[in-house]
């Protein structure tokens, strides 16, 4: 299929190490996102790309995450010294719209667990 | 600060019966409503938007009730069936902004 590809599905790691969150959008899609879903807590924005670059990295909890897209294409969320309250299921989404007023396709997520 | 409040947190309705699940925004700026759908697994899906030059939007067995004064919009899900047990979530978001806000969810359960 075409959708929104996320990798791994599932991550355990132990706290205190660092984790890489990959995305691979679908081809041609300009927009990008980040959303962190834990349990109770919704869907909370975390960065926004639109091409390589990203107007709006408001959300990012700390300077543990960062977060790049190259080639306009696959983005990598990174967490540094992960914590136990890291834990939660991050979802990529992208869009074909500049505008975010307009649907976004999300991928089927990453569950990442600090034990 | 919670930007959008939605409720309740849970919901189980009878098949056939009406789900009703509501939102409040804070931004009058918002001019974009959409409803996603969330099965276990899986990442949540479009279901149904609304913007506010209209007061009701319906796709099927969906419907968009919107109340521009009260800062509320609510998704009516009319005869309700168990392939409808999912969680919903209400979002807003402004042109020309970037991120699209999300309340917390509602998990629906719909009983045979």
């Known amino acids: 299929g075409a959708g929104v590809s996320q990798s791994p599905s599932n991550k355990v790691t132990e706290k205190g190490k660092d984790v890489e969150l990959r995305c691979d959008p679908i081809?041609?899609?300009?927009?990008l996102y980040w959303y962190r879903q834990s349990l109770g807590q919704g869907l909370e924005f975390l960065i926004y790309?639109?091409?390589?670059?990203?107007?709006?990295k408001s959300g990012l909890p700390s300077d543990r995450f960062s977060a790049e897209r190259t080639g306009g294409s696959v983005s990598t969320l990174t967490i540094q010294r992960t914590q136990q309250e890291d834990s939660a299921v991050y979802l990529c989404?992208?869009?074909?719209?500049?505008?975010?007023?307009?649907?976004?396709?999300f991928g089927e997520g990453s569950r990442l667990t600090v034990l | 600060q919670q930007q959008v409040k939605q409720s309740p947190q849970s919901l189980i309705v009878q098949k056939g019966g009406i789900s009703i699940i509501n939102c409040a925004y804070e931004n009058t700026a918002f001019d974009y409503f959409p409803w996603y759908q969330q099965f276990p697994g899986k990442g949540p899906a479009l279901l149904i938007a609304?913007?506010?030059?209209?007061s009701e939007k319906k796709e099927g067995r969906f419907t968009i009730s919107f109340n521009k004064s009260a800062k509320q919009f609510s998704l009516h899900i009319m005869d309700s069936q168990p392939g409808d047990s999912a969680t919903y979530f209400c979002a807003a978001s402004k042109e020309g902004g970037t991120a699209l806000i999300f309340g917390k969810g509602t998990t629906l359960s719909v009983s045979s």
């Open positions: 081809s041609g899609h300009t927009a």
């Open positions: 989404a992208s869009s074909p719209r500049r505008s975010n007023t307009g649907e976004l396709f």
């Open positions: 790309f639109q091409g390589n670059s990203a107007p709006d």
């Open positions: 609304i913007r506010p030059d209209v």
